[in-house]
């Protein structure tokens, strides 16, 4: 019975993540067309229209197909290892064919361009306001220090409880709740939960810093509007990660009591379930009604110009992946999703890029128990 | 204060750079004291070269309207503007002769010249108010 819930939680968020690709074309900014640039007027064109709605459907029969065919493979799994062997391949499948389907309607487009010569009457212009940093564009890091208090205190109650803990603690359960990996009692055991805490909160800190860093992007069409847009995508965003945060450091260290004090594993498993729910519809909702770059914000209309931005599709290759050494900028928006991607140019973009990697797998591998 | 670079134009982009932030100063768009971009995010926003945003902004040092400073970084001149000087004097000519002689080659006459030279002119003043 417990399996099934834990699948249900699984495939819902597999859903979830499908469905944003799918309807991806109508988050984008409106000066984009699946990773090529276009004018905005062109973006309201029917042509557009019915080629961002073909996405659609064929990207949701894709992912009706998988995820039937991997929910149902999964269930029929023998143990429940496997079952989440098949869930882990069933979503790299999805997110491979979406990106295939992405590709084919990126070359369309491109092809569209080419054919239509939308750009050759407008003139290109760059347009930055000289104190966009000084607006407040992401919440202060100091609001991390509530996910490192609660990490504190889940280490000081370890402490203090440390001789009422059983002699063996359970490590990891399965699907079903049942427990795979027993551990003897020791402080380094229990210092596992914690260490987790700690790389999670310095990961956040870093996503944050990047939001209020990554390059300033206002439509040079309506330079105003842009702003204000982007101004409260970041903010937005920003609050997502510290709501992380602290939803993390709270699951973690739900964990970890269930270590000291006699708590269900359903509890524990309750608890996770509600939190990573929580924080995946946050998300959708987020992605929805910001859009990138807040192009789907609602704000009173600005002033338009004769200006299109700059087309800078030579530098993106495939349409998703910046590369472009004159920029020394390091962060950028994604084109084709929501969120930031680097300067694959830019060697700090490497170099962080490689940090995040190594404190992912660090806090996997750096404490073997 | 925003900033506007015509991407397809024939003037350099440091030298547009450059002629909108003095705009920016006399229209009062940027007020002295205020902060401009650091080199880097300048160009990073702007999406070129360093090198670029750097010209523009050591001509704009040495002639006496931006300071850099290693902690403050880039302002508007607090103590003020550079005045009319001889040196200046000397490049106001050098400069506005090219433009004087296409205008004579196209035929444009001296009052023509005058009252569009006013216009842009007083232009300018107004909005500084």
């Given at each position: 019975m417990n399996?099934?819930?834990?699948m249900?939680?699984m495939?819902s968020?597999?859903?979830?993540?499908g469905?944003?690709l799918?309807?991806?074309?109508?988050?984008?900014?409106?000066?984009e067309?699946f990773g090529v640039?276009?004018p905005?007027?062109?973006?309201h064109s029917d042509g557009?229209?019915?080629?961002?709605k073909?996405?659609s459907?064929?990207a949701?029969?894709?992912?009706i197909?998988?995820?039937?065919?991997s929910?149902v493979l999964?269930?029929?799994?023998?143990?429940p290892?496997?079952?989440s062997?098949?869930f882990g391949?069933?979503l790299t499948?999805l997110?491979a064919c979406?990106?295939?389907?992405?590709?084919k309607?990126?070359f369309?487009?491109?092809r569209?361009k080419?054919?239509n010569?939308?750009?050759a009457?407008?003139p290109?212009a760059?347009?930055?306001d000289?104190?966009f940093?000084n607006?407040?564009?992401?919440y202060s890091n100091l609001w991390?220090?509530?996910?490192?208090l609660?990490?504190?205190?889940t280490?000081?109650i370890?402490?203090?409880y440390?001789?009422?803990?059983?002699p063996r603690?359970?490590?990891?359960?399965?699907?079903?709740?049942?427990?795979t990996?027993?551990a003897?009692k020791?402080y380094g055991?229990?210092?596992?939960?914690?260490v987790?805490?700690?790389f999670?909160i310095v990961?956040?800190?870093?996503?944050?810093?990047?939001?209020?860093r990554?390059k300033q992007?206002?439509?040079?069409?309506?330079?105003?509007?842009?702003?204000?847009?982007n101004?409260?995508f970041r903010l937005r965003?920003?609050?997502?990660?510290?709501?992380?945060?602290?939803?993390?450091?709270?699951?973690?260290?739900?964990i970890?009591?269930?270590?000291i004090?006699n708590?269900?594993?359903?509890?524990?498993?309750?608890?996770?379930?509600l939190?990573?729910?929580?924080l995946?519809i946050y998300?959708i909702i987020?992605?929805v009604?910001?859009g990138q770059?807040?192009s789907r914000?609602k704000v009173s209309e600005?002033k338009?110009?004769?200006?299109?931005d700059?087309?800078d599709d030579?530098?993106?290759?495939l349409?998703q992946?910046?590369f472009n050494?004159?920029?020394?900028t390091?962060?950028?928006?994604?084109?084709f999703?929501?969120g930031w991607?680097?300067?694959?140019a830019?060697?700090?973009g490497?170099?962080?890029?490689?940090g995040i990697?190594a404190i992912v797998i660090?806090s996997?591998?750096?404490?073997?128990i | 204060?925003?900033?506007?670079i015509?991407l397809?134009?024939?003037?350099p982009i440091?030298?547009?750079l450059q002629?909108r932030?003095?705009?920016?100063?006399?229209?009062?768009?940027?007020?002295a004291?205020?902060p401009?971009p650091s080199v880097?995010?300048?160009?990073s926003?702007?999406?070129?070269?360093?090198?670029t945003?750097?010209?523009?902004?050591?001509?704009?040092?040495?002639?006496?309207?931006i300071q850099i400073?290693?902690q403050k970084?880039?302002?508007?001149n607090p103590?003020?503007?550079?005045?009319v000087?001889s040196?200046y004097l000397?490049?106001?000519?050098?400069?506005?002769?090219?433009?004087?002689?296409?205008?004579?080659?196209?035929?444009?006459?001296?009052e023509?010249?005058s009252?569009?030279?006013?216009?842009?002119?007083n232009?300018l003043q107004?909005k500084?108010?």
């Amino acid at each position: 019975m417990n399996s099934i819930i834990a699948m249900g939680v699984m495939y819902s968020s597999f859903l979830m993540v499908g469905m944003v690709l799918a309807f991806m074309p109508y988050l984008t900014r409106k000066t984009e067309s699946f990773g090529v640039t276009i004018p905005e007027d062109i973006y309201h064109s029917d042509g557009l229209k019915n080629m961002r709605k073909k996405y659609s459907v064929q990207a949701l029969i894709i992912l009706i197909l998988l995820s039937i065919g991997s929910a149902v493979l999964s269930y029929k799994a023998i143990t429940p290892e496997r079952a989440s062997l098949i869930f882990g391949i069933g979503l790299t499948l999805l997110i491979a064919c979406l990106f295939g389907l992405y590709l084919k309607y990126h070359f369309t487009m491109k092809r569209l361009k080419e054919d239509n010569q939308w750009e050759a009457e407008k003139p290109q212009a760059v347009v930055i306001d000289t104190s966009f940093r000084n607006h407040k564009l992401a919440y202060s890091n100091l609001w991390f220090l509530l996910p490192a208090l609660i990490m504190l205190g889940t280490l000081a109650i370890t402490v203090i409880y440390f001789d009422q803990i059983p002699p063996r603690i359970a490590l990891q359960y399965d699907l079903s709740g049942e427990v795979t990996r027993w551990a003897d009692k020791s402080y380094g055991a229990l210092m596992w939960i914690p260490v987790q805490q700690l790389f999670m909160i310095v990961l956040f800190v870093l996503i944050n810093s990047i939001i209020s860093r990554a390059k300033q992007q206002i439509n040079a069409a309506n330079p105003e509007k842009s702003l204000i847009q982007n101004q409260i995508f970041r903010l937005r965003w920003s609050a997502y990660i510290v709501v992380t945060a602290i939803s993390m450091v709270i699951l973690f260290g739900s964990i970890q009591m269930s270590f000291i004090f006699n708590v269900h594993p359903k509890v524990t498993l309750l608890i996770s379930g509600l939190l990573t729910g929580m924080l995946i519809i946050y998300a959708i909702i987020l992605s929805v009604s910001t859009g990138q770059g807040g192009s789907r914000v609602k704000v009173s209309e600005g002033k338009a110009t004769e200006e299109i931005d700059r087309d800078d599709d030579k530098y993106w290759k495939l349409g998703q992946f910046y590369f472009n050494p004159n920029d020394p900028t390091i962060f950028i928006e994604k084109r084709f999703g929501i969120g930031w991607t680097i300067n694959f140019a830019s060697v700090k973009g490497w170099l962080i890029l490689a940090g995040i990697i190594a404190i992912v797998i660090a806090s996997q591998f750096i404490y073997k128990i | 204060m925003f900033i506007k670079i015509d991407l397809q134009s024939e003037i350099p982009i440091y030298t547009q750079l450059q002629n909108r932030i003095i705009e920016g100063i006399v229209s009062g768009d940027l007020k002295a004291g205020e902060p401009l971009p650091s080199v880097r995010t300048m160009a990073s926003d702007l999406g070129v070269n360093m090198h670029t945003v750097n010209k523009a902004y050591n001509f704009l040092k040495q002639d006496g309207f931006i300071q850099i400073h290693r902690q403050k970084g880039v302002v508007i001149n607090p103590d003020g503007m550079p005045e009319v000087t001889s040196e200046y004097l000397g490049k106001f000519k050098q400069e506005i002769r090219p433009i004087i002689a296409e205008a004579l080659c196209r035929g444009m006459k001296e009052e023509d010249f005058s009252t569009f030279c006013q216009e842009v002119f007083n232009n300018l003043q107004e909005k500084r108010g």
